[in-house]
């Protein structure tokens, strides 16, 4: 297993490539909407895959799903291998995400970015480029500046990934695509992952950074030789022999705000800070949600 960067050592996604993919994802071959809903209704935990998933039966999926109002979301439609991810809204894994994007909303509300500059976009659906009907997915949590909102782009700038049963692999899988299939136009992902045996949340915050290019390369290349790095990997363990439960974490989380807002920060903006207290009381909301 790769040891934990510190915040100062960026790593590359391709140091993670084959390591601890899932062995036990449920799996199922798709039939017909009806027998998918109710085998995602069944499964225990928080998350699903489906085989044989054409682009067709894809649009069928998402169509009947938006008509029912079927809560689950889309992690991931991979039209190559009609096979469809599928996140399930367990309360822990809402837990896993909203309330780390909830900590970073409210320091935006309490600077007075929150509602003048800042878009919460939700599970909102985003479609690779160049594939219009295929390749698709839905962020656990995403948000955007107010101006790009305006631009009428469907990219977040931020993205939160959560995940109890899928493994920090397969995760990471999904972070490799928002980059690659908005065009760099996503700048932040998390991933937030939970650790039963050990009693850990992993919360990874990957960036893009440039590879070289030769004086003079195109713009296109340049933004092609962009390559996922990750910038911060936090543990949070909970201590259960203290009274009350504590939870001892490894480093602030630190989000650009260059990279949320797509600008330099005016005056009096900066970073986003989430403190170790920011992160303890997000903690114990995910274990109080087991």
């Known amino acids: 297993m790769a040891s934990k960067p510190s915040p100062s050592t960026p790593v590359s996604a391709s140091s993670f490539v084959g390591q601890g993919q899932d062995t036990d994802l449920p799996t199922i071959r798709f039939k017909n909407t009806r027998d998918l809903f109710d085998v995602i209704y069944s ?3 928080d998350s699903l895959a489906v085989t044989h ?3 067709a039966h894809f649009a069928t999926i998402e ?4 008509k029912q109002r079927r809560k689950f979301r889309f992690r991931r439609y991979d039209s190559d291998c009609q096979t469809l991810f599928i996140a399930i809204p367990t309360h822990l894994h809402e837990a896993l995400h909203a309330q780390i994007y909830q900590s ?12 003048r500059s800042w878009v919460s976009t939700g599970a909102a659906t985003c479609r690779a480029q160049g594939h219009p009907g295929g390749d698709a997915a839905e962020g656990d949590c995403t948000g955007r500046p107010r101006s790009r909102h305006d631009a009428r782009s469907p990219w977040p700038t931020l993205l939160v990934e959560a995940g109890e049963t899928e493994s920090l692999a397969r995760l990471r899988n999904y972070m490799i695509w928002w980059f690659s299939a908005s065009d760099h136009d996503v700048k932040i992902v998390l991933l937030a992952k939970l650790d039963h045996t ?3 949340i992993t919360l990874e915050k990957w960036e893009e950074e440039p590879g070289s290019t030769r004086p003079g390369a195109t713009t296109t290349r340049a933004a092609a030789a962009l390559h996922p790095v990750l ?3 936090i543990t949070i363990t909970q201590d259960t022999t203290t009274d009350p439960t504590s939870y001892h974490v490894t480093s602030e989380l630190v989000l650009g705000f260059s990279l949320l807002f797509l600008r330099d920060p005016g005056p009096g903006e900066g970073d986003v800070v989430l403190s170790i207290q920011d992160l303890e009381w997000y903690a114990e909301c995910v274990w109080k949600a087991l």
């Open 63 to 66: 169509r009947v799903r938006d």
């Open 198 to 200: 050990r009693r850990t």
């Open 104 to 115: 970073y909303y409210v320091k935006l509300v309490r600077s007075g970015r929150g509602d």
């Open 43 to 45: 499964t225990p935990g």
């Open 53 to 55: 998933v054409s682009p």
């Open 231 to 233: 910038r911060q990997s």
